[in-house]
C-alpha cells in the first residue's frame, strides 16, 4: 500500500485503536529492550565513572576484556549475565511505557491539524510531528521514571544496600521496595526533571525524524525496509539531541540517597567542576551504537503488529501475506 502527501509516515499511527497501539507498542519495545539491555548496561555504567575513568575500562575493554575475555566458561557467563541486571524492570514496564508513548502520539495525531499534501506544507508536517512527539514524550516521563531509577539502582556496578552486594541476586521488586521503605515514594522520581528535558523534545526529534526518513524511504523501498531504516536513525538523532540530560539523570538516579547532588543544578555545577563540559557526552558513543538496533527493531516490530492487524481486519485468512 502506497501512500501519497506528507502524511505517508504517519498513516498507521493514526489509523489504529488504542488496543492496537499498546500490543504494537508492547511488541516492539519488549523486542528492543532485550536487544539494547547488554549495551545500555554499558551506557548508565560509562556515565556514572566519574573523571578517574581509566582509558582501558573505555567501551572496547568493557566489551572484550572484562565480559567476553576470561579463563573459565562460568566466568565468561556470569559476566555475560551482568549485563542482562536490571532488564526486569524496563521489560516489566514496557506494556505501560509503550501504551502511553504511542497511544498519546497517535491521540495527539489525531487531535492536531492535519497538513496537506503540498510540499508547501512539509514544515507544516514536520512541526505536528515534533508537537506530537513531544507530548507523548513527557507523558511517557510520568511512567517511565520509576522504572528507570529501579533499572540502574540494579545495574549500578558499586553495591549499595539497596541492590545488595550482588545485584544480579536481588529482584527487582525487592530493590522497589527498599528504595520505597527508606526514601519514599519520592525516591522513585528522583531525577524526573532530566526525564522530562530528555523525553519531551528528545522524542518531538525521535518521531519528526521518523516520520520524515519513513515518508521519504517508503515509495522506493518498501515500508519494512524503510521502518527499519528511517527508526533505527530516529534512534540515533534522538538520542543526540538530549543525551546531556540522560547523564544527568544517571548521575541523580544512581545517587538515589543524595550523598553527592542535591538537585539537578548542583549535579551539573559539580560535574563540570570536576570533569568539564566533556562528561555530558561520556557513553554517547556507546549508545550510538545500541540506538540504532534497539530502534529500528522497535518499529519493525511495532509495524509488523499493525500491519498484522489490518490484514486480518480485511481479509478472512490474510495471515500468510503478511508473512511473506
Known sequence: MECSGVECGAVVAEAATPVVEFVAGCFGGAVSQVVGQPLDTIRVRMQNRGADMLPRQKLVGLLVRRHLSSASRAYSW??????????????????????????????????????????????????????????????????????????????????????????????????????????????????????????????????????????????????????????????????????????????????????KYRSTWHCLVSSLDREGPQFLVRGLGVTLLRAFPVHASLFMGYEFVKKLHLTVSRSPAPLLDVVE
Open 78 to 259: 556470569a559476566q555475560l549475565k551482568a549485563l542482562f541486571v536490571g532488564v526486569a524492570s524496563p521489560l516489566a514496564a514496557t506494556p505501560l511505557i509503550t501504551a502511553c508513548n504511542f497511544a498519546c502520539y497517535g491521540y495527539a495525531l489525531s487531535v492536531l491539524p492535519s497538513a496537506g499534501e503540498s510540499h508547501a506544507d512539509y514544515w507544516t508536517s514536520g512541526l505536528r510531528f515534533f508537537v506530537a512527539g513531544t507530548l507523548s514524550g513527557l507523558a511517557q516521563a510520568l511512567v517511565a521514571c520509576p522504572f528507570e531509577c529501579v533499572k540502574l539502582v540494579m545495574q549500578d556496578e558499586r553495591p549499595n544496600r539497596f541492590n545488595s552486594r550482588d545485584s544480579s541476586r536481588v529482584s527487582t521488586w525487592a530493590c522497589a521496595r527498599r528504595l520505597v521503605g527508606e526514601r519514599g515514594v519520592v525516591a522513585l522520581y528522583r531525577g524526573f526533571t532530566c526525564i522530562a528535558v530528555r523525553d519531551g523534545p528528545g522524542y518531538g526529534v525521535y518521531f519528526c525524524s521518523y516520520e520524515t526518513v519513513k515518508r521519504a524511504l517508503t515509495p522506493s523501498m518498501g515500508e519494512p525496509t524503510s521502518a527499519f531504516i528511517a527508526g533505527g536513525l530516529a534512534g540515533v538523532i534522538g538520542w543526540c539531541s538530549t543525551y546531556g540530560s540522560d547523564v544527568l539523570k544517571t548521575r541523580m538516579q544512581m545517587d538515589v540517597e543524595g550523598k
